[in-house]
T-cell receptor, first 114, second 113 residues
C-alpha cells in the first residue's frame, strides 16, 4: 500500500464552524505533513510531525490545530476560519530513513470557507 | 537556504511534440531533486527523483530528467507528449536531514491537438 488517503474530498464551512480534515497512511512512514495550496501556486508547508510529535510549525494561525493520534493518522482541526483560508489542503508522508527523501502526497481536501 | 527556480510559467506544446521543462536550484552541496505533476484538483504525483548516481533519471509516464551540477539544473523532458500530460509541474529540492521540500513556482503545460 503506497497510498495516502484524505477525507473529506470537499468541505464547505462557515466562519463559525468547527471541522476536521483527516489523513491516513499505512506505509509505516514516521513523518507526516500538512500543506496549504492556493490555485496555480506551489504547496506551502504548514506543519510537520515526526514520530507523532510536532517538529515544525510554519507560523500557522491558531485557528488551524494539527493532531497526530498515532503513526498512521494525522488530523487538522479547523475553527473560526476566514474566507482567505479557502484552498486545497494536502497531506504527505515520508520515511525517516536517511536515504529516502520522497514525500508521498494525498489527493487533498478542497476547503471553501463562506 | 535552498531555492528552486522554474523560469517558464506556462508552456504550450502540440500533441506528439517534445517537451522540456527547466529547473534551476540553489544549494551548496548535492541536493535531492524531485519533479512532481499535479492534474487539476488532484494531489501531487512524483514523476522522478535524483539522489545520487547516474545523472540521467528515468521516471514514470515516459519522463526523464538530467542532473547537471555545473549548471545547477534538473530539467525534465518527454520525447512525445500526450494530451493527458496537460498539468502543473513542480520541481522541488530537499537536503540531508531536512524535513522540508522547497518547491519551484510551477510550470503549467497546455497540450494542443
Amino acid at each position: 500500500d503506497t497510498e495516502v488517503t484524505q477525507t473529506p474530498k470537499h468541505l464547505v464551512m462557515g466562519m463559525t464552524n468547527k471541522k476536521s480534515l483527516k489523513c491516513e497512511q499505512h506505509m509505516g512512514h514516521r513523518a507526516m505533513y500538512w500543506y496549504k495550496q492556493k490555485a496555480k501556486k506551489p504547496p506551502e508547508l504548514m506543519f510537520v510531525y515526526s514520530y507523532e510529535k510536532l517538529s515544525i510549525n510554519e507560523s500557522v494561525p491558531s485557528r488551524f490545530s494539527p493532531e497526530c493520534p498515532n503513526s498512521s493518522l494525522l488530523n487538522l482541526h479547523l475553527h473560526a476560519l476566514q474566507p482567505e483560508d479557502s484552498a486545497l489542503y494536502l497531506c504527505a508522508s515520508r520515511r525517516q530513513d536517511a536515504w529516502d527523501y520522497e514525500q508521498y502526497f494525498g489527493p487533498g481536501t478542497r476547503l471553501t470557507v463562506t | 537556504a535552498q531555492s528552486v527556480t522554474q523560469p517558464d510559467i506556462h508552456i504550450t506544446v502540440s500533441e506528439g511534440a517534445s517537451l522540456e521543462l527547466r529547473c534551476n536550484y540553489s544549494y551548496g552541496a548535492t541536493p535531492y531533486l524531485f519533479w512532481y505533476v499535479q492534474s487539476p484538483g488532484q494531489g501531487l504525483q512524483l514523476l522522478l527523483k535524483y539522489f545520487s548516481g547516474d545523472t540521467l533519471v528515468q521516471g514514470i509516464k515516459g519522463f526523464e530528467a538530467e542532473f547537471k551540477r555545473s549548471q545547477s539544473s534538473f530539467n525534465l523532458r518527454k520525447p512525445s507528449v500526450h494530451w493527458s500530460d496537460a498539468a502543473e509541474y513542480f520541481c522541488a529540492v530537499s537536503s540531508p536531514n531536512d524535513y522540508k521540500l522547497s518547491f519551484g513556482a510551477g510550470t503549467t503545460v497546455t497540450v494542443r491537438a
